[in-house]
């Protein structure tokens, strides 16, 4: 029997906890506890999974978020397993091999008071800057990353794992060349920053492109481990899923009005929608409905409230927001 055979093997189970609050998308987060200086780094919180205490991955999720933060998580979606080698491992790490499945919680910001010491909500676009398109096309795209990708696609590499070229796949994921962006690529965008050793991550992986350079960008805040991968899966899975299916409603609370409703979508998907357009499109849905009541919280002009209309749910299988172009 081999060593690879012996090597214990241990199951994780890792959250993306997304909540929205004044009007910016955050995910829980905490700092590595008993990390030197050098190592800490922002990561999301994960706990182990106990085949004993629970039945399904699922129920072992929600029993450790809620038991170490306090939070209550509503919806809950598993991601993908991450399991590369050494993504839980230190130089003479000889531990368990650590898998981890990744999920995507969402949670309301007013239903809930995060308990854990060192832990709180940040915003998303802190890990990731360049998918913030609300007020503007970001600054770092033209300054710094596309220059920088653009040097690596035109130098020669091994593709033989990609059926695109460098150039293409720059082109597909960060629209570049007359391609549109897609705001759906989060985890294609940040892949491909890895490969090209722009990140923290790929030097700390030991990712001969990362270790070339003499200084790396500043391409958002790393995190530990592989969570900026699993924080980039759940972006992009959130923003696929608001098209056909009506989970932004997750994050709201019971009652809002048209313009809560619509900058929580633009949080999520990082840009602007038109305003008609947008309440044209809730209208047809059908995916609200009036309470009756008026809200006067921004203090001018009363605005209608409304409520998800859970009567959607059993009349269509696809019931999201089909967003068009930006506004």
Known sequence: MTDS????IEIGLTAAIVTVEDEEPAILAAGEAGGTQSEERTGLPFGPFDPLAH?????????WVEAQTGLTVGYVEQLYT???RGRHARAGDTGAHMVSVGYLALTRMSDNAVRVPGAGFQPWYRFFPWEDWREARPAILDKTILPLLNEWAATAGPEATHALGRRERLRFTFGTGGSPWDEERVLDRYELLYEAGLIEEARRDGREA??????LPALG???RFDHRRILATAIARLRAKLKYRP???????REFTLTELQRTVEAISGRRVHKQNFRRLVETAALVEATGEMSTATGGRPAALF????????ERPAAGLRLGGRG
């Open 247 to 253: 989970v932004v409603f997750e994050l709201m609370p």
């Open 210 to 215: 990362a270790l070339a350079r003499k200084t």
């Open 221 to 223: 805040e790393p995190m």
């Open 307 to 314: 409520r998800f209309r859970r009567d959607v749910l059993a």
């Open 55 to 63: 039945r399904t991955f699922e129920i072992g999720l929600r029993a």
């Open 82 to 84: 991450f399991g590369d």
């Open 5 to 8: 055979l012996l090597t214990p």
